[in-house]
Protein backbone atom coordinates (compact mmCIF):
# COMPACT_ATOMS: atom_id res chain seq x y z
CA UNK A 1 0.00 0.00 0.00
CA UNK A 2 1.29 3.39 -0.73
CA UNK A 3 -0.19 6.65 0.26
CA UNK A 4 -0.18 9.82 -0.69
CA UNK A 5 -0.89 13.15 0.13
CA UNK A 6 -0.34 16.31 -1.74
CA UNK A 7 0.02 19.76 -0.90
CA UNK A 8 1.38 23.39 -1.62
CA UNK A 9 -2.05 24.46 -3.12
CA UNK A 10 -3.77 27.55 -3.41
CA UNK A 11 -5.09 30.35 -4.94
CA UNK A 12 -2.69 32.33 -7.23
CA UNK A 13 -2.93 35.43 -9.60
CA UNK A 14 -2.89 34.62 -13.32
CA UNK A 15 0.72 34.86 -14.52
CA UNK A 16 1.41 33.28 -11.37
CA UNK A 17 3.79 30.05 -9.74
CA UNK A 18 2.90 27.59 -7.69
CA UNK A 19 4.54 23.88 -6.60
CA UNK A 20 2.75 21.22 -5.74
CA UNK A 21 4.50 18.34 -3.70
CA UNK A 22 2.90 14.60 -3.49
CA UNK A 23 4.30 12.66 -0.35
CA UNK A 24 4.33 8.80 -0.38
CA UNK A 25 4.59 6.93 2.97
CA UNK A 26 3.79 2.86 3.06
CA UNK A 27 6.42 2.04 0.34
CA UNK A 28 8.83 3.83 -1.92
CA UNK A 29 7.97 5.36 -4.77
CA UNK A 30 10.71 4.03 -6.53
CA UNK A 31 8.97 1.02 -7.53
CA UNK A 32 6.28 2.87 -9.60
CA UNK A 33 5.49 5.51 -12.20
CA UNK A 34 3.72 8.74 -10.96
CA UNK A 35 1.40 10.56 -12.57
CA UNK A 36 -0.44 14.32 -11.60
CA UNK A 37 -4.45 14.80 -12.70
CA UNK A 38 -6.65 17.58 -12.06
CA UNK A 39 -10.22 18.03 -12.06
CA UNK A 40 -12.27 20.89 -12.22
CA UNK A 41 -15.83 21.15 -11.83
CA UNK A 42 -18.00 19.41 -13.34
CA UNK A 43 -15.26 18.31 -15.51
CA UNK A 44 -13.61 14.74 -16.16
CA UNK A 45 -10.13 13.81 -14.16
CA UNK A 46 -7.80 14.97 -16.67
CA UNK A 47 -3.88 14.03 -17.48
CA UNK A 48 -1.77 17.00 -16.41
CA UNK A 49 2.21 15.15 -15.98
CA UNK A 50 4.00 11.79 -15.69
CA UNK A 51 7.12 10.95 -14.92
CA UNK A 52 8.42 7.53 -15.18
CA UNK A 53 10.89 5.31 -12.96
CA UNK A 54 13.86 6.09 -14.95
CA UNK A 55 12.65 9.44 -15.37
CA UNK A 56 10.84 10.24 -18.47
CA UNK A 57 8.54 12.56 -18.45
CA UNK A 58 5.38 13.30 -20.33
CA UNK A 59 2.93 16.44 -20.38
CA UNK A 60 -0.29 17.04 -21.54
CA UNK A 61 -0.74 19.90 -24.26
CA UNK A 62 -2.04 21.92 -22.11
CA UNK A 63 0.75 22.53 -19.72
CA UNK A 64 3.64 21.60 -21.87
CA UNK A 65 5.97 24.29 -21.51
CA UNK A 66 4.35 25.88 -18.33
CA UNK A 67 4.69 22.83 -15.71
CA UNK A 68 7.72 20.52 -14.76
CA UNK A 69 7.47 17.14 -12.75
CA UNK A 70 10.25 16.09 -10.46
CA UNK A 71 10.49 12.97 -8.31
CA UNK A 72 12.92 12.34 -5.50
CA UNK A 73 12.95 9.01 -4.88
CA UNK A 74 15.34 9.19 -1.65
CA UNK A 75 12.91 11.69 0.12
CA UNK A 76 9.52 9.65 -1.71
CA UNK A 77 8.34 12.83 -2.96
CA UNK A 78 6.90 14.50 -6.70
CA UNK A 79 7.12 17.61 -7.43
CA UNK A 80 4.68 19.57 -10.23
CA UNK A 81 6.26 23.02 -10.46
CA UNK A 82 3.62 25.24 -12.30
CA UNK A 83 4.50 28.26 -14.03
CA UNK A 84 2.28 30.89 -16.09
CA UNK A 85 -0.63 29.58 -14.31
CA UNK A 86 -4.04 30.60 -15.87
CA UNK A 87 -7.35 30.74 -15.05
CA UNK A 88 -8.60 27.42 -16.86
CA UNK A 89 -5.75 25.57 -14.86
CA UNK A 90 -7.95 25.95 -11.67
CA UNK A 91 -8.89 22.17 -10.53
CA UNK A 92 -8.01 19.72 -7.57
CA UNK A 93 -4.92 18.66 -8.47
CA UNK A 94 -4.19 14.69 -7.62
CA UNK A 95 -1.05 13.42 -7.27
CA UNK A 96 -1.05 9.18 -8.49
CA UNK A 97 1.13 5.68 -8.69
CA UNK A 98 1.22 2.82 -10.52
CA UNK A 99 2.81 0.91 -13.13
CA UNK A 100 2.55 1.87 -16.44
CA UNK A 101 4.13 -0.23 -18.98
CA UNK A 102 3.49 2.27 -21.93
CA UNK A 103 3.97 6.25 -21.26
CA UNK A 104 1.36 7.36 -23.78
CA UNK A 105 -0.84 5.01 -21.05
CA UNK A 106 0.37 7.49 -18.56
CA UNK A 107 -2.95 9.50 -19.52
CA UNK A 108 -5.54 7.11 -18.19
CA UNK A 109 -6.49 7.52 -14.67
CA UNK A 110 -7.16 3.56 -14.08
CA UNK A 111 -3.66 2.47 -15.32
CA UNK A 112 -2.68 3.92 -11.49
CA UNK A 113 -3.43 1.95 -8.19
CA UNK A 114 -2.70 4.98 -5.38
CA UNK A 115 -4.04 8.61 -5.27
CA UNK A 116 -4.31 10.72 -2.97
CA UNK A 117 -6.86 13.17 -1.84
CA UNK A 118 -6.26 16.12 -3.77
CA UNK A 119 -5.36 19.76 -3.63
CA UNK A 120 -6.74 22.89 -4.56
CA UNK A 121 -5.73 25.02 -6.90
CA UNK A 122 -7.05 28.10 -8.15
CA UNK A 123 -6.42 31.03 -10.50
CA UNK A 124 -7.81 34.27 -10.41
CA UNK A 125 -7.68 36.16 -13.86
Known amino acids: QVQLVESGGGLVQAGGSLRLSCAAS????????MGWFRQAPGKEREFVAA???????YFANSVRGRFTISREDAKNTVLLQMYNLKPEDTAVYYC???????????????????WGQGTQVTVSS
Open 96 to 114: AAGNVRNILAAVVPGIYTY
Open 51 to 57: IGRSGGT
Open 26 to 33: GRTISSYD
